[in-house]
C-alpha cells in the first residue's frame, strides 16, 4: 500500500470512529422481499414498517410483468443518453401520461428524484438570483439550490410569515426567485401549506418548485399534495419519484412545455446521464394504471395510518408517514431493535438525515399490510415506549 493509499485508509477510519462514537455510523443490510410487507433479514421475517412502496406496488405481478415485457421488447438498459440514442418510446409515453395526470402541459423524465432537484434549480437560477428553501426540505433541494450557484436562504419550516418577510426583503434585490418545498415532508408526514406559499410566489413574483415524491399516489386522490387543496395547489414545477407509491425507479418534473423543453437542454442530470431502462418505466406505467383505477389502493395506506394513530391516541396523520420521536441516537436505535425483536422493520432515523435531538422512529403504512399487523405494531411499540419512559 503506497502511502497516499495509507494516509486515506487512516481518514477513513478516523471518520468511522467519530461516526460510532456517536452512534450516526450507517450499516447497510441485506433485506430480502417476501412479498406483500413481509420482507426477511438477518433469517428473521419482519413485517416492513418502514419502506417508501405506500401501495405495494413494487410486488405487484402486473407491474413486474410489465418490467419483464419492456425488457425482453427493448432490452435490459436504454444503452446511452435521451440526447443520444436512448430515447426509447416508453419514455416518451410515461411523460404524456405524468402530465395529464398531473394536470400541465409537459414532463421530463431523470435518472432519480435526487438527480431531478440536483437538475431543475441550475437549470433556472445562477448568480444573481434567490432561492428560497424549506428549512426540513429534502436534502436534495437544498443541493441543487447550492448548486446553482444562486443565494440560497432557508426558512422556517412552513412559516408562511418568516417567507414572506425574507421575500419582502431579498426579492427586489435578485433577477429571478424560486422557493423549494416539499408537498409531504418526508422525516415528517406533514404537508406544506401551498395555497399560502403560492399565493406569496405570486405575489413576489417567485417560481415555487414542489417536490411530491411523497404525496403522489396516496394524497388527493393519488393525484398528489396540490390536490388535498379546494382548489388544488398547482405549483409551476412539480417534482416527484417513479421510486415511492409507483412502486419503480427514477425522477419526474411535470411542467409547461417550454420549461420542460429548456430542461431538456439544460439540465444536466438529464444531459449527460444513461437513460432509465425500460423496465423502470414500464413499472411505472403498470403502476399508474393501477393508481388511476383503483381509488381503495389509493385510500388503504392513510386509513391504515390513521388506523395506527387511534390505536396510540396521536393526532390525526396527514399522510402515510407518522414519525414518533425519539430524542437521543442511542435510545432511537434501541427502540428500532426492539421493534426488530417483536417482528418489525423500522429504521432508526438519526442524523443528519434530521436535526440533532430528533432521532425518531418513521413508520409508514403500505397497502400491502394487514390491519392486524399494523395492530401488533401499535401493541408493540407502545409497550416499548412506556418501558422507556419508567426507565427514565
Known amino acids: 500500500m503506497t502511502s497516499a493509499h495509507a494516509s486515506l485508509?487512516?481518514?477513513?477510519?478516523?471518520?468511522l470512529a467519530g461516526l460510532d462514537r456517536r452512534n450516526l455510523r450507517r450499516h447497510l443490510q441485506e433485506t430480502r422481499p417476501l412479498g406483500g410487507a413481509r420482507v426477511e433479514r438477518k433469517g428473521q421475517r419482519l413485517v416492513n414498517a418502514c419502506s417508501n412502496d405506500y401501495l405495494g406496488l413494487a410486488q405487484h405481478p402486473d407491474v413486474i410483468e410489465a418490467a419483464c415485457t419492456a425488457s425482453r421488447t427493448y432490452g435490459a438498459g436504454s444503452g446511452a443518453s435521451r440526447l443520444v440514442t436512448g430515447g426509447h418510446p416508453l419514455l416518451f409515453e410515461l411523460e404524456r401520461r405524468l402530465a395529464a395526470f398531473k394536470q400541465t402541459?409537459?414532463?421530463?423524465?431523470?435518472?432519480?428524484?435526487?438527480?431531478?432537484?440536483?437538475?431543475?434549480?441550475?437549470?433556472?437560477?445562477?448568480?444573481?438570483?434567490?432561492?428560497?428553501?424549506?428549512?426540513?426540505?429534502?436534502?436534495?433541494?437544498?443541493?441543487?439550490?447550492?448548486?446553482?450557484?444562486?443565494?440560497?436562504?432557508?426558512f422556517?419550516?412552513?412559516?408562511?410569515?418568516?417567507?414572506?418577510?425574507?421575500?419582502?426583503?431579498?426579492?427586489?434585490?435578485?433577477?429571478?426567485?424560486?422557493?423549494?418545498?416539499?408537498?409531504?415532508?418526508?422525516?415528517?408526514?406533514?404537508?406544506?401549506p401551498l395555497p399560502d406559499l403560492l399565493a406569496l410566489a405570486e405575489r413576489h413574483d417567485a417560481w415555487a418548485l414542489v417536490d411530491d415524491a411523497h404525496g403522489v399516489g396516496v394524497i388527493g386522490e393519488g393525484r398528489g399534495t396540490a390536490h388535498a387543496f379546494t382548489p388544488p395547489a398547482l405549483a409551476p414545477l412539480q417534482m416527484g419519484t417513479l421510486s415511492k407509491a409507483l412502486g419503480s425507479y427514477g425522477g419526474y418534473v411535470c411542467a409547461s412545455r417550454s420549461v420542460c423543453?429548456?430542461?431538456?437542454?439544460?439540465?444536466?442530470?438529464?444531459?449527460?446521464?444513461?437513460?432509465?431502462?425500460?423496465?423502470?418505466?414500464?413499472?411505472?406505467?403498470?403502476?399508474?394504471?393501477?393508481?388511476?383505477?383503483?381509488?381503495?389502493?389509493?385510500?388503504?395506506?392513510?386509513?391504515?395510518?390513521?388506523?395506527?394513530?387511534?390505536?396510540?391516541?396521536?393526532?390525526?396523520?396527514?399522510?402515510?408517514?407518522v414519525p414518533i420521536l425519539i430524542g437521543s441516537e442511542t435510545a432511537a436505535?434501541?427502540?428500532?431493535?426492539?421493534?426488530?425483536?417483536?417482528?418489525?422493520?423500522?429504521?432508526?432515523?438519526?442524523?443528519?438525515?434530521?436535526?440533532?435531538?430528533?432521532?425518531?422512529?418513521?413508520?409508514?403504512?403500505?397497502?400491502?399490510?394487514?390491519?392486524?399487523?399494523?395492530?401488533?405494531?401499535?401493541?408493540?411499540?407502545?409497550?416499548?415506549?412506556?418501558?422507556?419512559?419508567?426507565?427514565?
Request: with cysteine.
Open 156 to 192: 422556517k419550516h412552513n412559516d408562511m410569515t418568516d417567507l414572506a418577510d425574507q421575500l419582502s426583503t431579498l426579492r427586489s434585490s435578485h433577477r429571478r426567485a424560486l422557493i423549494l418545498t416539499d408537498g409531504v415532508f418526508s422525516m415528517d408526514g406533514d404537508l406544506a
Open 9 to 15: 485508509d487512516r481518514f477513513a477510519a478516523g471518520k
Open 261 to 321: 423543453e429548456l430542461l431538456r437542454t439544460r439540465a444536466r442530470p438529464l444531459v449527460f446521464t444513461t437513460a432509465l431502462p425500460p423496465a423502470c418505466i414500464a413499472a411505472a406505467l403498470a403502476a399508474l394504471d393501477l393508481i388511476e383505477n383503483d381509488p381503495a389502493l389509493r385510500e388503504r395506506p392513510m386509513l391504515l395510518a390513521q388506523r395506527f394513530c387511534r390505536s396510540l391516541g396521536l393526532a390525526a396523520p396527514r399522510s402515510p408517514i
Open 105 to 154: 402541459e409537459d414532463c421530463v423524465i431523470f435518472g432519480s428524484g435526487y438527480l431531478a432537484n440536483l437538475a431543475i434549480t441550475p437549470a433556472l437560477a445562477g448568480k444573481g438570483d434567490l432561492v428560497l428553501v424549506d428549512a426540513l426540505a429534502h436534502a436534495c433541494l437544498h443541493a441543487g439550490a447550492r448548486l446553482s450557484g444562486a443565494r440560497v436562504e432557508t
Open 333 to 392: 436505535l434501541q427502540a428500532s431493535a426492539q421493534l426488530e425483536s417483536a417482528g418489525f422493520l423500522v429504521t432508526a432515523i438519526r442524523p443528519p438525515t434530521v436535526p440533532r435531538g430528533t432521532s425518531r422512529l418513521r413508520i409508514t403504512f403500505s397497502a400491502a399490510q394487514d390491519e392486524a399487523d399494523v395492530d401488533r405494531l401499535a401493541r408493540s411499540l407502545k409497550t416499548i415506549l412506556q418501558t422507556a419512559e419508567a426507565a427514565e
